[in-house]
């Protein structure tokens, strides 16, 4: 028979489980370790807190209803142009900001980005839903100015520069011009005072078979100190006139910007094709 073993005691038994288990972590750590540990914590969840109660405070400003999916918002680049002025966290500057000018005319200048004129009828919006925050200001021949409350095109006939408002706030626009036209209905017996337009197939009545025969809601009246004016980055106004009547001006003519806006494009796609394109030539107007 061996020599029993001595029982072994219970402060023993409790060391050895103390010894085989894990420290938790805070017994790890000093005092000043646990006090840092407690401040990033609070910070953490103050910051989870903060975006959390700014979310609620943003829905609750734009109406939103938390159990419903918000509603499509329709959006304008007059809106956005009005929305970067009205913004608090926006530059402070007595200018608009040049990235929100030309989200509005972004589509004034067509989709090759090449037309420098917009042509409308007289007090005709510039863009589609303006925002009536908005206003524009206009520079005539001999410096004259002309201011509107809304977007929308001088009620006198000519070429503008443009400018775009709101409140104190102004933002000159210098790679476009606004061409309000003469109305259609100035022309009497095919003439517009001594230039001879002719007549449009249904001006004394009837229906068009297409839109595209319709009357013409106006036209450009052309001088000898705006026919350089561009219209796009290679046409000038001059170079739609027709070649009859060189003694006669002011002279008319009617401009389609979708037709413009498709030689620009042509030009861009032949040059893409690897050919040179110099110069182009418009043969009769």
């Not at 980005?113 to 042509?119: F, P, S």
């Not at 100190?225 to 561009?230: F, K, S, Y």
């Not at 003519?253 to 796609?269: A, C, S, W, Y």
């Amino acid at each position: 028979m061996g020599t029993p073993r001595r029982p072994t005691p219970a402060a023993d038994l409790a060391s050895g489980r103390a010894r085989g288990r894990r420290r938790r972590w805070g017994a790890q750590r000093t005092a000043q370790q646990r006090l840092a540990f407690d401040v990033a914590a609070g910070l953490v969840l103050g910051a989870v807190l903060s975006a959390w109660t700014v979310g609620i405070v943003v829905a609750y400003r734009e109406g939103s209803d938390p159990g419903q999916s918000p509603a499509p918002r329709v959006s304008t680049v007059a809106r956005t142009v009005g929305s970067s002025l009205t913004d608090p966290r926006a530059p402070a500057t007595a200018y608009l900001d040049d990235a929100a000018v030309r989200g509005l005319i972004d589509e004034l200048h067509g989709e090759s980005g090449k037309l420098r004129a917009v042509i409308r009828a007289p007090n005709a919006d510039l863009a589609e839903e303006a925002d009536p925050a908005l206003s524009a200001s206009f520079q005539g021949a001999g410096g004259r100015e002309v201011a509107r409350d809304a977007l929308v095109a001088p009620a006198d006939p000519g070429v503008y520069k443009l400018a775009v408002q709101m409140g104190k706030l102004r933002r000159p626009v210098d790679d476009l011009r606004i061409i309000t036209m003469v109305p259609f209905a100035e022309k009497k017996n095919g003439h517009i005072g001594l230039y001879y337009l002719g007549s449009w197939p249904y001006e004394n009545g009837g229906r068009p078979r297409r839109p595209s025969y319709a009357n013409p809601s106006g036209f450009i009246e052309v001088t000898l100190q705006n026919r350089t004016t561009p219209v796009s980055d290679h046409f000038r106004l001059g170079d739609f006139l027709t070649k009859d009547q060189p003694a006669v001006w002011p002279k008319y003519v009617l401009v389609e910007p979708k037709l413009l806006d498709k030689l620009e494009l042509t030009i861009e796609e032949l040059r893409k094709e690897g050919h040179r394109v110099d110069h182009v030539f418009v043969m009769s107007g």
